[in-house]
């Protein structure tokens, strides 16, 4: 309730801004497991529609805004992500079509 809230207030306050990352994982019909998602390289238009709609596709090289742990650097994490502002958070995606990907990984 508002106490909660006010706690969290409290917590942004001492630890500045709260940011977020969230996985968005695109699974093809009749996809089970893990290895095969994370092997899709595109999804369909319907889902680059819903990654539209979760934000702003980024170059990653020399992005300069939070990060959610992706490289900015050596392109080590893909070359690209989507990332938005939400009321004052920013918020990047770790997007599984986006996210370079071996079978030993």
């Given at each position: 309730?508002?106490?909660l809230q006010k706690?969290?207030?409290?917590?942004?306050?001492?630890e500045g801004s709260?940011?977020?990352?969230?996985?968005?994982?695109?699974?093809?019909?009749?996809?089970?497991?893990?290895?095969?998602?994370?092997?899709?390289?595109?999804?369909?238009?319907?889902?680059?529609?819903?990654?539209?709609?979760?934000?702003?596709t980024v170059k990653?090289?020399?992005?300069?805004?939070?990060?959610?742990?992706?490289?900015?650097?050596?392109?080590?994490?893909?070359?690209?992500?989507?990332?938005?502002?939400?009321?004052?958070?920013?918020?990047?995606?770790?997007?599984?079509?986006?996210?370079?990907?071996?079978?030993?990984?």
């Amino acid at each position: 309730g508002a106490s909660l809230q006010k706690d969290f207030l409290t917590l942004e306050e001492q630890e500045g801004s709260v940011n977020f990352k969230f996985g968005v994982i695109y699974a093809h019909t009749g996809q089970e497991c893990d290895d095969e998602m994370f092997s899709n390289k595109t999804g369909t238009p319907i889902f680059d529609n819903f990654l539209r709609l979760l934000g702003e596709t980024v170059k990653l090289l020399g992005w300069e805004h939070f990060k959610g742990g992706l490289d900015n650097r050596n392109n080590a994490t893909g070359t690209h992500s989507v990332y938005t502002v939400f009321e004052g958070h920013e918020i990047m995606f770790h997007v599984s079509t986006m996210l370079p990907y071996s079978e030993e990984d």
